[in-house]
């Protein structure tokens, strides 16, 4: 099989999400005494070996649409289907939803627009559209950097619309995009947090205050707290919760401490809390970088609905892969 960034990305994405499934909710010191080695199926809900989560199938929603064109209506429709159980189930049933996507889904459809139908308030920062952002990257990768942010704000928004939550697919996406552009993952973390800080230092997008919120990953001064590299902090520095900072902290921590797929993944799930999530969202960047041929393949060979995964990708790929 030929893969590109699209098979490595989508692929290391779902093989995290199944990876963390049988685990979501256990916390640090459980997995300290049980931890994950390799893929396994059960536990918390119950789920054969290799199923992944509404983590991947918003994702192959998102993926699926923009395979099509670009349309934001489109998008949450997919989503809604899903829900509906009708797209991208691993199994052909939902056994996960966050509180905040299910109200958003139920918005649309009611007729909300799509744009309009994510929570916009501060409790709305949980981590459904972090996890899901992951196939934008290759519809805006050309575009200028005002563009990216402002597709990317609506599609955050179609389930979570709060500056913060927006702030955290942005970085994320800029991130994937310099390793996307051939950099290694220690140059393009620092060319994102240039791209990024000044960006946000330049145009009237949020609060001083909001971007302090992500003074350790983009390295900024805030009061009299010393700048602390990321990778540098302890891992009891370090949360894991369904809170979109946490996991955006948490993930990049991983990519930053280790140097290949498997034990950056694995990391990611035995740091407890919201396992599927945060090892979709370590997965699909381990998986850009260190490629698709990293992931192992025992792993890849138990993912639910491996060979539909497959044809989504080479369908994604035609259409942005040159």
Not at 33 to 40: A, S
Not at 87 to 100: A, E, K, L, Q, Y
Not at 118 to 130: F, I, K, P, Q, T
Not at 299 to 320: F, N, P, Q, T
Request: net charge negative.
């Amino acid at each position: 099989m030929k893969t590109n960034n699209i098979h490595s990305a989508l692929f290391g994405l779902a093989v995290g999400d199944a990876l963390g499934v049988p685990v979501e909710f256990k916390d640090r010191a459980y997995l300290k005494q049980n931890p994950v080695k390799e893929m396994i199926g059960f536990g918390t809900h119950h789920q054969p070996v290799g199923t992944w989560s509404d983590d991947s199938s918003l994702t192959f929603c998102l993926a699926d649409s923009l395979c099509k064109k670009y349309d934001v209506n489109d998008i949450g429709q997919k989503f809604v289907k899903w829900a509906n159980e009708e797209v991208w189930t691993p199994h052909g049933r939902v056994f996960d939803i966050g509180i905040s996507t299910d109200r958003a889904l139920y918005a649309i459809e009611q007729g909300t627009n799509p744009i309009l139908a994510g929570g916009a308030s501060e409790m709305d920062n949980g981590n459904g559209s972090l996890m899901r952002i992951l196939p934008l990257l290759f519809y805006i990768k050309d575009f200028k950097i005002e563009k990216r942010f402002d597709v990317i704000k609506d599609v955050s928004s179609i389930t979570h619309a709060h500056i913060r939550s927006v702030l955290a697919c942005f970085i994320y996406l800029e991130y994937a995009l310099q390793i996307v552009k051939g950099n290694d993952k220690w140059i393009a973390y620092s060319k994102m947090q240039k791209n990024v800080t000044h960006f946000l230092n330049n145009n009237a997008i949020c609060s001083q205050t909001e971007m302090n919120k992500f003074y350790k990953i983009l390295e900024i001064q805030v009061d009299d707290v010393k700048i602390q590299k990321l990778y540098e902090l302890e891992e009891t520095e370090i949360n894991s919760s369904g809170y979109v900072l946490d996991t955006l902290e948490a993930s990049l921590w991983c990519i930053l401490r280790f140097d290949n797929y498997k034990d950056t993944v694995l990391k990611a799930i035995n740091l407890g809390g919201d396992t599927d999530t945060t090892g979709a969202v370590v997965g699909g960047l381990a998986g850009l970088i260190y490629r698709f041929e990293s992931i192992p393949t025992d792993w890849i060979d138990v993912l639910s609905r491996k060979e539909d995964i497959i044809k989504l990708c080479d369908k994604l790929a035609k259409k942005y892969e040159n």
